[in-house]
Every structure is written in structure tokens, then in C-alpha cells.
């Protein structure tokens, strides 16, 4: 058996996907990275018996990915993590929501535009406040409260106009200011030099997105959501508390780990849901409604490792709890290659 591991931007190999070559390796099992700019690429996929690409939200990431894992998925047909079923809708709450929306699962109400006159006849009648999104993103920072009509206008013809970049929103009321103060933004620029120094691309994450708008519900009283993650017949979860003074948990860095405290009915919808669509793995954001019923915000099949691995253990669709912490790279791989009894070495 050998397994193709694609790397990440610049051909750089993040913990993140070192974790699958730990564990191949442990395992006895025969891996290699290979990049799509290699001469001999559709060569040594070939000799593959599986291909992982952990493409991120990053623009370049993006690209490499829709143009290659279809090509390796349906025409020379070999398995892939993540398939078809789990990342087609990656980074977009727009594919998100209409997926979600036509099965009837418990999304948090979006209204989504995409001529600029009907949103603004919408924002003319709209109950505030709301939350505005742009379609991609994580971390909260693109994400703001939006308390008015004039302030739903003006970012609907920003929308519609110039645009907005991604992970660069400006406006009051986003995380910029706070997530990329004065001293990151200085690496910010420096990085981007130096990258345009090297002749490398420095515009990977910052794209412009516009010709449409977002605008979701807002549901007060939520002091943090439930993170549910999904990986095949595992379910595991934890809270996410807010950032302080702020409605936003997404990117807080103020987890509770206690399984004590997960609402088990988020773990049961969460079980639901990727078992119907089939998704190898999938991280689900809860809040409560009004009236306490349970709703989801965002979808995602990338997520932070280790905030996983820091679980207790982890919930099965029969809502057994199964003790130990187990590194989703770990549990991933078990799913892809059909093998139960996969070994999880000891990682730092």
C-alpha cells in the first residue's frame, strides 16, 4: 500500500499533514509527498493507492485543489481525503447553506443576493440586528454585527461595487483591529515583501470577493457555540466561549474541553447530517435558538488538530462514549485506508 500526500503552499509541510506521514510511517505503510508541479506527477499518483490533500482557504490552495482531486477522484480513481461528498462546498456558507437548506437541516436562516437591488429593498425592511458574512473565511474575521439599515446598505454596495477582501475587513465592528493589530500587520507587510522579493505569489488569502451578499440571523443570549466534529462513526466536542465583549467565539482561542458540558443534541444532529451526506469529515458550529432548539452556523471539513486531539474521547452514532485522545490525521486515515486497526503513535 502506499498513500500520495499533496504539500501545502509553497511546498511547505505544515504539522498538520506531517501528523498522516507519522502515522503511515509507524504503520509501516509507505508514503510520499508529491506536488502537482513535479514533472512525474500523474506518474508516481498513478502508483498511489490513496491521495490526501488538506487544501486550506487560501486562494492558491484553492486552485491547485478543484483542478487536481477531480482529475484523481473520478477519472483515475483513487481514493482521496477528502472525496467529492466532503469538499466541494470547503469555505463557501453560500454552497453551504443551499446544501443544507434543501435537506432541511437545522442552518441558522441566511439570506443570500446576488442582485444588488434586492438586497437593498430586503435591507430596507430587514429586522436588525444581523450578521454579515463573506462567503469565505474563518477565525470570526469575516464576520460582523450589522444593528442597522445604513450599515447593511453601505456594505451591500461595497458588495456590489468594489468588493471586499478576504481576511481584510475593515469596517467597525470586525475583528481586524483586535486579530492583526499594529505588530502583525507590520509581518504582514514584511512577509508579503519578501515573498515579492522572491518572485513567489503574496496575494494567496487576501482575494477580493463581491457580486453578491450574505446576511444571516442573529441569535442573542449565546455565550459560545458547540464545536461538533465528525469523522466518520466519531464524534467529537467541545464549547467554544466567546471573545470578550464580543458575540463571536470563532478564532477566541477559550475552549472547555469538558464533555460534561456537550449538549448531546448537537452531537446527534451532527451524527445525522454526515451520515445523510456522506461526508468523511465535517466540523459543525452550534447555537441556540430563541426558544432553545439547536442550529448550526458554518460547516467545515478542515479544522485545528489539536483542539480535537485535547478531547476526552468521543461520542459513536449510538452516542457511546469512547474514552482516549485520538488525533484526527489518526482517525482520517483509519476511514481511507480501511484499517480499524491502525496504531496512533505518540506525537508531540
Known amino acids: 500500500m502506499k498513500v500520495g500526500i499533496h ?19 509507524h504503520n509501516g505503510i509507505d508514503c510520499e509527498y508529491i506536488h502537482i508541479s513535479d514533472p512525474d506527477f500523474f506518474s508516481r499518483i498513478k502508483e498511489c493507492d490513496a491521495f490526501i490533500y488538506r487544501w486550506y482557504h487560501y486562494d492558491y490552495d484553492r486552485q491547485l485543489a ?19 461528498a466532503t469538499d466541494w462546498h470547503f469555505d463557501d456558507k453560500i454552497k453551504q447553506y443551499y446544501l443544507m437548506n434543501h435537506y432541511g437541516f437545522p442552518m441558522c436562516r441566511t439570506w443570500i443576493f446576488w442582485e444588488k437591488n434586492e438586497a437593498l429593498q430586503w435591507a430596507a425592511k430587514a429586522n ?53 493589530g499594529l505588530q502583525k ?9 519578501k515573498k515579492r522579493l522572491e518572485g513567489k505569489p503574496a496575494e494567496t488569502v487576501y482575494h477580493r470577493q463581491k457580486n453578491y451578499a450574505l446576511f444571516q440571523e442573529f441569535l442573542p443570549g449565546n455565550n459560545f457555540d458547540t464545536r461538533v466534529t465528525i469523522i ?28 460534561g458540558a456537550i449538549d448531546l443534541r448537537c452531537v446527534q ?7 445523510k451526506m456522506g461526508f468523511q469529515s465535517m466540523a459543525y458550529d452550534f447555537l441556540y435558538d430563541r426558544d432553545g432548539s439547536i442550529k448550526f452556523s458554518e460547516i467545515s471539513y478542515s479544522f485545528v488538530d489539536e483542539y480535537v486531539y485535547r478531547c476526552k474521547g468521543y461520542w459513536d ?24 486497526d491502525l496504531k496512533q503513535p505518540e506525537i508531540s
Open 232 to 259: 466518520g462513526n466519531r464524534a467529537f466536542a467541545y464549547r467554544r466561549l466567546n471573545r470578550i465583549n464580543d458575540f463571536r467565539s470563532s478564532g477566541s482561542g477559550r475552549l472547555d474541553h469538558d464533555p
Open 269 to 275: 444532529t451532527a451524527h445525522e447530517i454526515s451520515k
Open 7 to 25: 504539500p501545502e503552499r509553497y511546498r511547505n509541510i505544515s504539522s498538520f499533514i506531517r501528523k498522516y506521514e507519522i502515522i503511515l510511517k
Open 185 to 193: 500587520n507590520l509581518k504582514v507587510f514584511l512577509w508579503r515583501l
Open 66 to 84: 478543484t483542478t487536481i482531486l477531480p482529475l484523481i477522484r473520478n477519472h483515475l480513481r483513487i481514493k482521496c481525503f477528502p472525496d467529492e
Open 128 to 180: 436588525y440586528p444581523v450578521v454579515f458574512k463573506l462567503k469565505g473565511g474563518a477565525g470570526s474575521q469575516n464576520v460582523i454585527l450589522v444593528g442597522n439599515r445604513q450599515k447593511a446598505t453601505r456594505l451591500i454596495r461595497k458588495m456590489f461595487g468594489k468588493g471586499i477582501k478576504t481576511f481584510n475587513m475593515l469596517d467597525s465592528g470586525s475583528t481586524f483591529s483586535t486579530d492583526f
Open 317 to 340: 452514532r449510538d452516542l457511546i462514549w469512547h474514552e482516549g485522545h485520538n488525533w484526527p490525521q489518526y482517525c482520517q486515515l483509519q476511514d481511507l485506508l480501511n484499517l480499524p
